[in-house]
Every structure is written in structure tokens, then in C-alpha cells.
């Protein structure tokens, strides 16, 4: 299992890398933005957003547009985790600072689990199917067919929200306070944004209808 660790701070690189090999993982350890995208594929990436070159965001974003590899990004304050979760930048998890190995190693271990390579299975009543799709709400993971569908976080809950009740109409307020929270106080295209990334990754898999002025229905198949 190898980790590629993304950390301009070297007391805290080395603290987590020495737990880290203590747990068994392998670690690479880079100290830039541009070295953590010129760097070898790894199983989990844990990512802090303040960098020396780049904006750890966008390291995020250029990472999750490349590969489906797990992101825990690492920040350095609270109110941090609001704007990850609010950008949209594709992060698995997050992990604030101060933190203890042993948070860390769980969370990857989490978000391993969520995100392992495994087919869904017809048979465990977690696997929704809706036609050609397949949607696994436990291992949070959809395929269309046997081809796995790589969403964002916020994609794939939206996703599962409208797939509780296809056919139904779901309020614009009821989804965004559902998927991103009552405390949301961005912009409601962000929920059109959304809307358009399942569209254009499922193709004719999912039709999402609009219902002007109301909000989206997830078609029947
Ligand atoms: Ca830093």
C-alpha cells in the first residue's frame, strides 16, 4: 500500500511518514504541488492545501480530473473543511490539523474501504439497480454496466438522493440543503453544475429531467 505524501512541513512529513511505515504502508513524501502531480501513482494520497508553489486545491482538482486514487487532504484550520466541501474539488475525506497518526491511518483505512476496486454484487440489497446502473450506497461506488463511474463526493450523494424516489420531483432547497447542508450559503448553480457532470458521465445511462422552476426528477428506467 503506498501513500503519496503531499507536505512542505518536515517536522510533521517526517512524523507521519515514520507512523506510517510503522503501520505497514509504503510512503512518498513530496514537499510541492508540482511534485505531487509529477509523482508516481500511489493508492491514497493525503494532501496538504498549503503549499509552497500551488494551491493545494488545485493539486485536488488536477489529481481527481486525472485518476479516481483516494484524497485526504490535510488543513491547516477548520473553516478550511467548508470550502473543500463547498468547491467541490473531488476529496474523499478530510483531516484537520493538529492530528494523531492514528486519525490518519483510519481515515485512510475509511476511505480505502469506501473506494476498494471490487464489482458491486446483485445480491447484497445495497446495490440499487435503475436499468443499466448500478448503485451501491455502502461502497458509495455506481457502474453503468460493468464500467465503474467516477464521482465527486457531492455527485455521487446527489445522485443517491435522487435514486431514492425515481420518478419523483426533488425541490432545488430540498437538494441542496440535503447534499451540501443548511448551512450552504454558495451559490445554487453549484447545484446545476452537479446536475450536469451526472448527465454528461452517465450519458443515456440516467436521464435527470429539469422541472423549470421546481427543481430535478431522476427519470424511471
Ligand atoms: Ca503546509
Do not use: N
Amino acid at each position: 500500500m503506498r501513500v503519496l505524501l503531499v507536505e512542505d512541513d518536515d517536522p510533521i512529513a517526517l512524523s507521519l511518514t515514520q507512523g506510517l511505515l510503522r503501520h505497514g504502508y509504503e510512503v512518498d513524501r513530496v514537499g510541492t504541488g508540482a511534485a505531487a502531480l509529477a509523482a508516481a501513482p500511489a493508492d491514497v494520497v493525503l494532501l496538504d492545501l498549503g503549499l509552497p508553489d500551488v494551491d493545494g486545491l488545485d493539486v485536488c482538482r488536477e489529481l481527481r480530473a486525472r485518476t479516481d486514487v483516494p484524497i485526504i487532504v490535510i488543513t491547516a484550520r477548520a473553516d478550511e473543511v467548508d470550502t473543500v466541501a463547498g468547491l467541490e474539488v473531488g476529496a474523499d475525506d478530510y483531516v484537520a490539523k493538529p492530528f494523531g497518526v492514528r486519525e490518519v491511518i483510519a481515515r485512510i483505512r475509511a476511505v480505502l474501504r469506501r473506494t476498494r476496486r471490487e464489482q458491486p454484487d446483485d445480491t447484497t440489497p445495497e446495490a440499487q439497480r435503475l436499468g443499466t446502473v448500478a448503485l451501491d450506497r455502502r461502497a458509495r461506488r455506481v457502474h453503468v454496466a460493468d464500467e465503474e463511474v467516477a464521482l465527486t463526493p457531492k455527485e455521487f450523494d446527489l445522485l443517491a438522493l435522487l435514486a431514492e424516489s425515481p420518478g419523483a420531483v426533488f425541490t432545488r432547497e430540498h437538494l441542496i440543503e440535503a447534499v451540501w447542508d443548511e448551512q450552504w450559503f454558495g451559490s445554487t448553480r453549484t447545484l446545476d453544475v452537479h446536475v450536469s457532470a451526472l448527465r454528461r458521465k452517465f450519458g443515456a445511462a440516467i436521464t435527470v429531467s429539469t422541472v423549470r422552476g421546481v427543481g430535478f426528477r431522476l427519470e424511471r428506467p
